[in-house]
């Protein structure tokens, strides 16, 4: 599954121009700024957003829809799609609907 899922953050990364990154084995580096997404309805948004914020690190939730411990490692996490996870400076800008979250996007980060 781990594999898969490599393969597939590749592809996407590729279909949108980003370079990716292997992860770092610690697991304990500070990343500036990341992007949660709920599901695969908030990928544009969430790339948008991720853009917008020179590339920065981008996490999907698990099946289960909760987040990867690793979220917590971001100084900010913007939350496209989904609820709180916690996280001490969370933007949370999940909508109804993805459309909603869209406008809330834009509302909040002016793109």
């Not at 990343?31 to 991720?50: E, N, S």
């Not at 020179?54 to 698990?62: T, Y």
């Not at 496209?80 to 996280?87: C, D, I, R």
Request: proline share 1%; aromatic share 10%.
């Amino acid at each position: 599954r781990q594999q898969i899922a490599v393969n597939i953050a590749k592809s996407v990364c590729d279909y949108f121009g980003i370079q990716y990154k292997e992860q770092n084995q610690g697991g304990n580096s500070k990343v500036k700024t990341g992007v949660l997404l709920y599901t695969k309805d908030d990928a544009v948004t969430g790339f948008r957003i991720a853009e917008k914020f020179n590339n920065c690190a981008v996490f999907v939730r698990k099946d289960d829809k909760t987040a990867s411990s690793e979220v917590m490692n971001c100084e900010t996490l913007y939350i496209v799609g989904g609820q709180s996870v916690g996280h001490p400076n969370e933007v949370i800008l999940s909508g109804v609907s993805w459309w909603e979250t869209v406008v809330n996007a834009k509302a909040k980060l002016g793109f």
